[in-house]
T-cell receptor, first 109, second 113 residues
Framework: QQQVKQSPQSLIVQKGGISIINCAYENTAFDYFPWYQQFPGKGPALLIAIRPDVSEKKEGRFTISFNKSAKQFSLHIMDSQPGDSATYFCAANGNQFYFGTGTSLTVIP | DAMVIQNPRYQVTQFGKPVTLSCSQTLNHNVMYWYQQKSSQAPKLLFHYYDKDFNNEADTPDNFQSRRPNTSFCFLDIRSPGLGDTAMYLC????????????FGQGTRLTVV
């Protein structure tokens, strides 16, 4: 059973545009929601994370929006750049990490 | 400076020949995880250690074993690799379970031939 559902599977955005990736979860015991960025052949790297007691967290061009009642959270990448092209995974942590299925983002110049 | 180091980066092994992957950390974290990631898929948790306590996922095949001889090191042993075990194996650490971030190594790309 997929603990964290992620969409879309792939995303193509023009340079300068906004990339939006969505995730949903069921287990209300999850209390930490990170986003990881993974380049080909590399391990995932933590991008930004949020705890359920806040509804939004912003770090530079990256923002997480969190809706506790809907059990959904999303990553927004503002002013998307070609260097942002990577696979993005959302995750949820209760006592272990569960990953979403990943979104392959391509930012075209 | 790498904080979670996996060796080797690439490993080719023959079908049925045991293989061991290693992971070391300089973070002194309590928790160490092993994930399997197949092409274009999400990392799948195989097991994790909280200190010396081993926690196996229910669907992890018996073919996969792990050892953690001390805080810094953790090993993944695949006793009889099959072709379906070709994947990237990721080690990660976290200070604690819940509400803490996980740090990943670069992974070991295992190919079973």
């Amino acid at each position: 059973q997929q603990q964290v559902k992620q969409s879309p599977q792939s995303l193509i955005v023009q340079k300068g545009g906004i990339s939006i990736i969505n995730c949903a979860y069921e287990n209300t015991a999850f209390d930490y929601f990170p986003w990881y960025q993974q380049f080909p052949g590399k391990g995932p790297a933590l991008l930004i994370a949020i705890r359920p007691d806040v509804s939004e967290k912003k770090e530079g061009r990256f923002t997480i929006s969190f809706n506790k009642s809907a059990k959904q959270f999303s990553l927004h990448i503002m002013d998307s750049q070609p260097g942002d092209s990577a696979t993005y995974f959302c995750a949820a942590n209760g006592n272990q990490f569960y990953f979403g299925t990943g979104t392959s983002l391509t930012v075209i110049p | 400076d790498a904080m979670v180091i996996q060796n080797p980066r690439y490993q080719v092994t023959q079908f049925g020949k045991p293989v061991t992957l290693s992971c070391s950390q300089t973070l002194n974290h309590n928790v160490m995880y092993w994930y399997q990631q197949k092409s274009s898929q999400a990392p799948k948790l195989l097991f994790h250690y909280y200190d010396k306590d081993f926690n196996n996922e229910a669907d992890t095949p018996d073919n996969f074993q792990s050892r953690r001889p001390n805080t810094s090191f953790c090993f993944l042993d695949i006793r009889s690799p099959g072709l379906g075990d070709t994947a990237m194996y990721l080690c990660a650490t976290s200070r604690d379970t819940g509400r803490t971030e996980a740090f990943f190594g670069q992974g070991t790309r295992l190919t079973v031939v």
